[in-house]
Nanobody, 126 residues
Framework: QVQLVESGGGWVQPGESLTLSCAAS????????MGWYRQTPGNQRELVAA??????????DSVKDRFTIFRDNAKNAKNTVYLQTKMLKPEDTAIYYC?????????????????WGQGTQVTVSS
């Protein structure tokens, strides 16, 4: 059974940074595409970044050049995928989730893999 636990969110001022973490279990972590998604109330979930098992990355235009996704596939690692966020803007405020991802589909309307965790709240405000 897939389990995903996100952490690292918080409240920051515009222009600041946060690094989010997601611990995954119940999947063959090193061989799957993982992604970070975000969602605001009343809106669809947006896939903002995806990474293959080999480290190729893809980003939504809304976060390109500001967010970096990376993962730790090491044998003894805790199967963790990260999202480093920089130059945060108020419009980045959302609950951020990780999950499996379709590498070629960033933005809205991507496949829903289910088994969502609780997410981690990021609030950007002065």
């Amino acid at each position: 059974q897939v389990q995903l636990v996100e952490s690292g969110g918080g409240w920051v001022q515009p222009g600041e940074s946060l690094t989010l973490s997601c611990a995954a279990s119940g999947i063959r972590f090193s061989s799957v595409v993982m992604g970070w998604y975000r969602q605001t109330p009343g809106n669809q979930r947006e896939l903002v970044a995806a990474i293959t098992g080999g480290g190729r990355t893809n980003y939504a235009d809304s976060v390109k050049d500001r967010f970096t996704i990376f993962r730790d596939n090491a044998k003894n690692a805790k199967n963790t995928v990260y999202l480093q966020t920089k130059m945060l803007k108020p419009e980045d405020t959302a609950i951020y989730y990780c999950n499996l991802a379709d590498f070629y589909c960033t933005g809205y309307g991507c496949h829903d893999f289910g088994s969502w965790g609780q997410g981690t709240q990021v609030t950007v405000s002065s």
